[in-house]
């Protein structure tokens, strides 16, 4: 896969200050299934493309 192409991967800060939401609000998002992440660490990496769904309203595929 090309460079370009690639999803970006990013932290929990980097999540909700691109969301423009607080923090307990991105992780009821999370809790609830809404936003797609997972746990490493004492944090969680989203991909960029998940925002992208999660703020075109879009329903996860399962």
Not at 26 to 48: E, M, P, T, V
């Amino acid at each position: 896969m090309p460079l370009s192409e690639r999803d970006n991967v990013l932290t929990t800060n980097e999540a909700i200050e691109y969301l423009k939401i607080s923090k307990p609000t991105f992780l009821k998002y999370i809790r609830l299934g809404r936003i797609k992440a997972i746990k490493a660490g004492k944090g969680w990496r989203i991909l960029q493309s998940e925002l992208y769904r999660f703020l075109r309203g879009e329903e996860e595929i399962k």
